[in-house]
Each structure stands twice: as structure tokens, then as C-alpha cells.
């Protein structure tokens, strides 16, 4: 989707001549209903607020009301959206933000005036109201509906984090984008081509290793899970490199662009969604299209392991041993547990290169869904690195719920043939995080001799909340959510010189 034009404005919003205009409204004493903010003039307001008033409209979040624009205000309709206070957070203002844009409908125009309190409400803003306002780009008859072409923010102050707004949703519509594309169309190589299109003209250099490079370089996991397909698997390495670059990370995406279990064959039915399973990789990638263009301090390089999981005569078998770039062997005993073994490629490939901190984020396992619901992702890994996760998610107001690496679950991983397997076989018990000691095994080393320690490594299974299969809610859409995509943007633009430390120490 293309995102409509954001502009600034000091205007009253009274005289602003759009299709929609969006208003906040908080609880006020009495049970009366007050208009929030100070945009408008005070007979506007008035106005507003007692027609609020005497249709006793609900001011709770998620609470949204499409209203005739009284006289004297130039808009077509007014949205009065819950606040739930009168001190919103840019939490609340995201949130807001998101509802009103979809109650509003289809316009070609909108402007948005909820009350701000600084930069950060002004990036909330513009990012609720953008992520709500996401249209998917549908294979259907040409509609009629208009394009949405303009957003006017009425009484932002922070042009630079209007800018870091509509980059952060700019990068989030781009992984719905990708994870909406139909699996025909979206294979390790075509996904390849639209990252290098969508990253033309910015500073991100890329490069592709085809199946013959794989092989040479001992990528047995991507191989393996890609052996099965007509269109063979990729690794994608993309690399920011900014001047004095304060440190390092290294972004690990799984990339199946479908999955249907391999010979471990799937039932049908659930393989339906199973496009959705490239998300990790369309995450990264959008990540690092951020980064570089709002210029993070720190050296990003992104690594999206990309392989299509299909049965055939060429599939992987239960019961085969593969390798895994560096050498680790690995006894597959269900093609379907598939998107740890690219990633095992992946971490290995990021750790070779020594980066002060190893993300890896995939739809992982069902298991996490179970546990956490669609609202949350599982976070797991080093103390250090899950801090770093934990508290990026937090300021850009995504969910994240730690959990546990036990290590009496590692013996179910254990082989009689290879260094260990991919599942443990015999029990169902703790998938989630069966699943994170497994990659944990891939998290390479750094220094040397006495000080030599495993690289800070935090794992992301997102497999709940990548896609919403209810009713939208907020700014998220049913479907493609992209995400995390705003938390690691987040991390790689708020590491500092005192955060890379800590993780080196």
C-alpha cells in the first residue's frame, strides 16, 4: 500500500476542509463528554463537546462515533474517538488514532487534531493513524473507493518525529505488504527482487546467495528445507553501515514463503495461512528500510533465510542428517519443525561476523500461540539481550512476555546419529521453548581465550501476534500485523555508546 502524504498544520481544525476529521473526547465531570486538546476555539469546542454531551457518546478506548460536522466546521464528518482520560500516553494516542482512521471509512483526505503532548505523541499519532488507515492491495475488480491521499496533523510541533512516524509505518505497511502477497507470486526469489526494489535509493547494500552458493558455503539447512521445491531457497544478507557506527546487530528473519510441512505433511486446513510464514524475514527487511532512512546510529546487517517447504521426489526425509553451516549435524525427524533450521544457517552465518547482539524472529511454533495468544510474542534468549528487547517493545508500545530456556528440556533434543535434533521426539510438552534451545545451540562465540563468551542473542517467536485472525482492533488490521516491526526499530535507533557497552560486558 501507498501511504498517503503526511502534512502539518497550526490551523483550527474548524476550517480545514477535508472528508473526515478526527477529534478526541475524554470523560469530563457530570458525566458530561469534553473535547480533548486545544485546537479548537473555544465556541468550536463548546459546540462539540455539547453535542457529545446530549448524545451521551461513550469516551472509553476503542469508542468511535461518525458525526454530521457541525456548522461552521469545514470537514464533511467528524470522528469523535475515545481517549479514556483526559492525559493521554502516545500509547493511548496510537491506539485512538488507529480506531478513528478505520471508523472513518474510506477518504481521500483526513485530518487528525488529538491533543499532543510532545514528539513522541506526534510519532504516535501519525503512526496509529497511518497502520489503521492500511489498505490491503487486493487482486480484485477496480473499486471505486478513493485513494487515501492526505493526512493533515493539526497541532504537531516535531516535523523530525512526524518524519520518524511515517518512516516506522511506511516499514510495517511494507512487511503487510510482502506477507499479503499470495505464495505463486512470493517465492525465495521474487521476495529477493521486491527487497532490492523496495531498498533502491537507499543506503542498504544487498547481496543474494543462489542454491550453488549455498552449497559451497554449507547452508545444509536452507537446502534441506528447500530441497523439496521447484524454486529453490536464498539467503539475503542486507548491510547498513553508518559512519563511526556505535556498534553492531545482526537481524536473523525465518523466510518460508510456504510452508506445507514438507513430508510431514500438514492436514489442509492448516495449511491455509501458511504464506504468513516468510514473516520473520519481512520483518528484518523492514527493519533495516527504517533504519537506514532515519539513520541509525548503529551497523545493522539483516539476514533473511528464504526457502519454500514442499514434498516431493527431492524433499528431505524424517530420519536424514544434515549439516548446518559450521558443521553442526542435525537429525531431521519432522520436515515440518522447518524454520529452525534455516534459522540455524542464519545464526551461524550473523555470528561469523561477531556482532554485539543476535536478534532472530520467526513464526515460529503453534506452541506459542497457545501459550501467549495473538497479542503477544514469546521473547527468550541471554539476560542481557532480552533486556534490550524487552525494554524497546515497551517505549513503542508492543507486547512481549518472557519466557524460560529450561535445561531439562534440552535431553529431548538429543540423537543417537547427529550432534541433535530438530524436535524432540515422544512429547509435546514446552514446543515454544524446545524451539529457542535448539537455536540457542547455533548462537556463536566472541572473543578469545579466558574471554571468550556466547554473543547476546535474543529469539522472537512471533507466530501469535503476526497475524490477527479477529476483528481488527487499535491500529492492527485482520490479518498481516507486522508486528515487532516497530520494537526493533525501536532497539537499533535507541542503542547508544552506554547500551552497546553493557552488551559487551
Same mark, same amino acid.
Given at each position: 500500500?501507498?501511504?498517503?502524504?503526511?502534512?502539518? /498544520?497550526?490551523?483550527?481544525?474548524?476550517?480545514?476542509?477535508?472528508?473526515?476529521?478526527?477529534?478526541?473526547?475524554?470523560?469530563?465531570?457530570?458525566? /458530561?463528554?469534553?473535547?480533548?486538546?486545544?485546537?479548537?476555539?473555544? #465556541?468550536?469546542?463548546?459546540?462539540?463537546?455539547?453535542?457529545?454531551?446530549?448524545?451521551?457518546?461513550?469516551? /472509553?478506548?476503542?469508542?468511535?462515533?461518525?458525526?454530521?460536522?457541525? #456548522?461552521?466546521?469545514?470537514?464533511?464528518?467528524?470522528?469523535?474517538?475515545?481517549?479514556?482520560?483526559?492525559? @493521554?500516553?502516545?500509547?493511548?494516542?496510537?491506539?485512538? +488514532?488507529?480506531?478513528?482512521?478505520?471508523?472513518?471509512?474510506?477518504?481521500?483526505?483526513?485530518?487528525?487534531?488529538? @491533543?499532543?503532548?510532545?514528539? &513522541?505523541?506526534?510519532?504516535?499519532?501519525?503512526?496509529?493513524?497511518?497502520?489503521?488507515?492500511?489498505?490491503?492491495? %487486493? $487482486? $480484485?475488480?477496480?473499486?471505486?473507493?478513493?485513494?487515501?491521499?492526505?493526512?493533515?496533523?493539526?497541532?504537531?510541533?516535531?516535523? !523530525? !518525529?512526524?518524519?520518524?512516524?511515517?518512516?516506522?509505518?511506511?516499514? =510495517?505497511?511494507?512487511?503487510?505488504?510482502? =506477507?499479503?502477497?499470495?505464495?505463486?507470486?512470493?517465492? @525465495?526469489?521474487?521476495?529477493? &527482487?521486491?527487497? +532490492?526494489?523496495?531498498?533502491?535509493?537507499?543506503?542498504?547494500? *544487498?547481496? =543474494?546467495?543462489?542454491?550453488? &552458493?549455498? +552449497?559451497?558455503?554449507g547452508f545444509g539447512g536452507l537446502l534441506g528445507v528447500g530441497g523439496g521445491s521447484a524454486r529453490p531457497p536464498r539467503l539475503v544478507a542486507l548491510r547498513y553501515q553508518p559512519e563511526q557506527a556505535l556498534g553492531h546487530i545482526a537481524l536473523i528473519g525465518k523466510g518460508i514463503t510456504f510452508d506445507s510441512g514438507g513430508l510431514s505433511l500438514k492436514p489442509p486446513s492448516s495449511m491455509v495461512g501458511m504464506k504468513y510464514d516468510m514473516t520473520g524475514a519481512a520483518t528484518v527487511a523492514g527493519v533495516i528500510l527504517a533504519a537506514a532512512t532515519l539513520g541509525s546510529p548503529v551497523a545493522i546487517t539483516a539476514w533473511l533465510c528464504l526457502a519454500e517447504n514442499m514434498p516431493s521426489g527431492t524433499a528431505q526425509r524424517p530420519g536424514d542428517v544434515i549439516t548446518i553451516r559450521g558443521g553442526t549435524t542435525v537429525e531431521v525427524l519432522n520436515t515440518d519443525a522447518e524454520g529452525r533450521l534455516v534459522l540455524a544457517d542464519g545464526l551461524q552465518a550473523a555470528s561469523e561476523e561477531s556482532p554485539d547482539l543476535l536478534i532472530d524472529i520467526a513464526t515460529l511454533t503453534g506452541a506459542?500461540?497457545? +501459550?501467549?495468544?495473538?497479542?503477544?510474542?514469546?521473547?527468550?534468549?541471554?539476560?542481557?539481550?532480552? %533486556?534490550?528487547?524487552?525494554? /524497546? %517493545?515497551?517505549?513503542?508500545?508492543?507486547?512481549?512476555?518472557?519466557?524460560?530456556?529450561?535445561?531439562?528440556?534440552?535431553?529431548?533434543? $538429543?540423537?543417537?546419529?547427529? #550432534?541433535?535434533?530438530?524436535? %524432540?521426539?515422544?512429547?509435546?510438552?514446552?514446543?515454544?521453548?524446545?524451539?529457542?534451545?535448539?537455536?540457542?545451540?547455533?548462537?556463536?562465540?566472541?572473543?578469545?581465550?579466558?574471554? &571468550?563468551? @556466547?554473543?547476546?542473542?535474543?529469539?522472537?517467536?512471533?507466530?501469535?501476534?503476526?497475524?490477527?485472525?479477529?476483528?481488527?482492533?487499535?491500529?492492527?488490521?485482520?490479518?498481516?500485523?507486522?508486528?515487532?516491526?516497530?520494537?526493533?526499530?525501536?532497539?537499533?535507533?535507541?542503542?547508544?555508546?552506554?547500551? *552497546?557497552?553493557?552488551?559487551?560486558?
Amino acid at each position: 500500500m501507498s501511504l498517503p502524504r503526511v502534512a502539518l /498544520s497550526d490551523q483550527s481544525p474548524a476550517f480545514i476542509a477535508c472528508d473526515a476529521l478526527i477529534v478526541g473526547i475524554a470523560p469530563g465531570p457530570d458525566g /458530561s463528554v469534553e473535547i480533548s486538546g486545544d485546537a479548537f476555539g473555544p #465556541d468550536h469546542k463548546r459546540q462539540l463537546g455539547s453535542q457529545a454531551s446530549t448524545l451521551s457518546l461513550a469516551t /472509553s478506548m476503542d469508542d468511535a462515533h461518525v458525526l454530521p460536522a457541525p #456548522d461552521g466546521v469545514e470537514a464533511t464528518k467528524v470522528i469523535l474517538v475515545g481517549l479514556g482520560s483526559d492525559s @493521554p500516553t502516545p500509547d493511548t494516542l496510537r491506539h485512538a +488514532a488507529g480506531v478513528a482512521v478505520r471508523t472513518a471509512g474510506k477518504n481521500a483526505h483526513i485530518a487528525i487534531a488529538l @491533543p499532543s503532548a510532545g514528539p &513522541q505523541s506526534d510519532q504516535a499519532i501519525v503512526e496509529g493513524a497511518l497502520l489503521g488507515g492500511y489498505r490491503v492491495t %487486493a $487482486k $480484485k475488480k477496480p473499486s471505486t473507493d478513493p485513494e487515501w491521499e492526505t493526512l493533515t496533523v493539526v497541532g504537531a510541533t516535531d516535523p !523530525a !518525529a512526524i518524519h520518524t512516524g511515517l518512516s516506522t509505518a511506511q516499514a =510495517v505497511a511494507f512487511v503487510r505488504d510482502l =506477507v499479503n502477497t499470495p505464495p505463486n507470486e512470493l517465492y @525465495p526469489e521474487s521476495f529477493s &527482487q521486491r527487497v +532490492a526494489d523496495a531498498l533502491a535509493g537507499v543506503p542498504v547494500s *544487498i547481496e =543474494v546467495f543462489n542454491e550453488d &552458493q549455498l +552449497a559451497e558455503g554449507g547452508f545444509g539447512g536452507l537446502l534441506g528445507v528447500g530441497g523439496g521445491s521447484a524454486r529453490p531457497p536464498r539467503l539475503v544478507a542486507l548491510r547498513y553501515q553508518p559512519e563511526q557506527a556505535l556498534g553492531h546487530i545482526a537481524l536473523i528473519g525465518k523466510g518460508i514463503t510456504f510452508d506445507s510441512g514438507g513430508l510431514s505433511l500438514k492436514p489442509p486446513s492448516s495449511m491455509v495461512g501458511m504464506k504468513y510464514d516468510m514473516t520473520g524475514a519481512a520483518t528484518v527487511a523492514g527493519v533495516i528500510l527504517a533504519a537506514a532512512t532515519l539513520g541509525s546510529p548503529v551497523a545493522i546487517t539483516a539476514w533473511l533465510c528464504l526457502a519454500e517447504n514442499m514434498p516431493s521426489g527431492t524433499a528431505q526425509r524424517p530420519g536424514d542428517v544434515i549439516t548446518i553451516r559450521g558443521g553442526t549435524t542435525v537429525e531431521v525427524l519432522n520436515t515440518d519443525a522447518e524454520g529452525r533450521l534455516v534459522l540455524a544457517d542464519g545464526l551461524q552465518a550473523a555470528s561469523e561476523e561477531s556482532p554485539d547482539l543476535l536478534i532472530d524472529i520467526a513464526t515460529l511454533t503453534g506452541a506459542a500461540r497457545i +501459550a501467549l495468544g495473538e497479542r503477544y510474542a514469546g521473547l527468550m534468549g541471554h539476560e542481557a539481550a532480552r %533486556a534490550v528487547v524487552a525494554e /524497546s %517493545a515497551q517505549r513503542a508500545g508492543e507486547l512481549v512476555w518472557p519466557m524460560p530456556l529450561p535445561d531439562e528440556l534440552r535431553t529431548g533434543l $538429543k540423537s543417537d546419529v547427529a #550432534d541433535i535434533a530438530n524436535v %524432540a521426539t515422544g512429547s509435546t510438552l514446552g514446543g515454544m521453548l524446545v524451539a529457542g534451545l535448539f537455536l540457542e545451540e547455533f548462537v556463536g562465540t566472541t572473543g578469545e581465550g579466558d574471554d &571468550q563468551r @556466547p554473543i547476546p542473542w535474543a529469539h522472537l517467536d512471533i507466530a501469535g501476534p503476526a497475524s490477527n485472525s479477529s476483528s481488527p482492533w487499535g491500529y492492527t488490521p485482520k490479518g498481516p500485523t507486522g508486528a515487532l516491526t516497530r520494537s526493533l526499530i525501536e532497539l537499533v535507533r535507541g542503542l547508544d555508546a552506554e547500551g *552497546i557497552a553493557r552488551l559487551r560486558q
